[in-house]
């Protein structure tokens, strides 16, 4: 039997996804759509400027949308809720839900550096799942908070995980690209930035740098220790609709050739045999030189694949690369439900 979900915040770009995914899912059947008060009582068509790249599933338009309540009748059978809440809404209701009993997959960041809420990302650190435990413990839930993390760090740390097990990390640097999707609402339909760049986006470089951190840590006594190396992270917003492209430079502990680092991007797969719906071959690589580019590739694996290319000696750091990914989809609403559905493979 499929397992009943919902979403919060499903009428913005992250909740779109969501429900782009989730629509027709093999293990989850999609029965709630929560957000505002103002879309509250209206059918989801009609509650949503839709404004993905593919068509609004059939199922979803006349579903009537209800308000993030976890008390709503609409949330009595759903088990799992998916939230694509802004963080200040989040901080709020993310722990109602969890209250009353429903695993809650977050793609916010309110929570994610709580030394008890797991920040996965499951083919780098599945088992900080084990922190669930805990964090019901202590806060006395029935249910749970689940993370994943910004678009931007995804990218980087799925890159680095396959480098830092077999060379070691000692220094990476990474300068961003990032799509207007990324900004919500407001950057695409105006693209107001179109002939320019803003080499500003608010907390992204500390989050890349804090979340990167406790991603490559190690669970140790109920603990994650944080990795020892260290990251710099420099984001700039660019005129593309979706897709966050990466400049990453890393110098290992051990030596390493730009083609033993592809050989281990190329094998990194640790997932495959689990038959996860949204799960695609993490890191693709493009030999091409002019390539990733967004519009080219970021849906390679249905957007859940980091498109890698242009790797290659450097002459400060060991090697740098080039990094793709679809910004919100493995970047947010495809990274939330690989976790669930990692988290009912394995534990449910
Ligand atoms: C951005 N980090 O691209 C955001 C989206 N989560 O600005």
Sequence with gaps: MKIKVGVLGATGMVGQRFIQFLAEHPMFEL????????????????????????????KVRDLIVTTTDPKNKEFEDVDIVFSALPSDLAKKLEPEFAKEGKLVFSNASAYRMEEDVPLVIPEVNADHLELIEIQRKKRGWDGAIITNPNCSTICAVIT?????????????????????????????????????????????????????????????????EFANFKLSASCNRVPVIDGHTE????????????????????KFDPLKDLNLPTYAKPIVIKEESDRPQPRLDRNIGNGMSIVVGRIRKDPIFTVKYVALEHNTIRGAAGASILNAEYFVKKYL
């Design 247 to 266: 400049c990453i430079f890393v110098k290992t502990k051990e030596e390493a050739e730009p083609e033993e680092i592809k050989e281990a991007m190329d």
């Design 31 to 58: 029965t709630t759509l929560a957000a505002s008060e103002r879309s509250a009582g209206k059918k989801y068509s009609e509650a949503t400027n839709w404004y993905l790249d593919v068509e609004m599933p059939e």
């Design 160 to 224: 680095l995980k396959p480098i830092m097990d077999k060379f070691g990390l000692e220094s990476v640097f990474i300068a961003t690209l990032q799509a207007v999707s990324g900004a919500g609402y407001n950057g695409v339909p105006s693209m107001a930035i179109l002939d320019n760049l803003i080499p500003y986006i608010k907390n992204e470089e500390e989050k890349m740098q804090t979340e990167s951190l406790k991603l490559l840590g190690t669970l140790k006594d109920g603990k994650v």
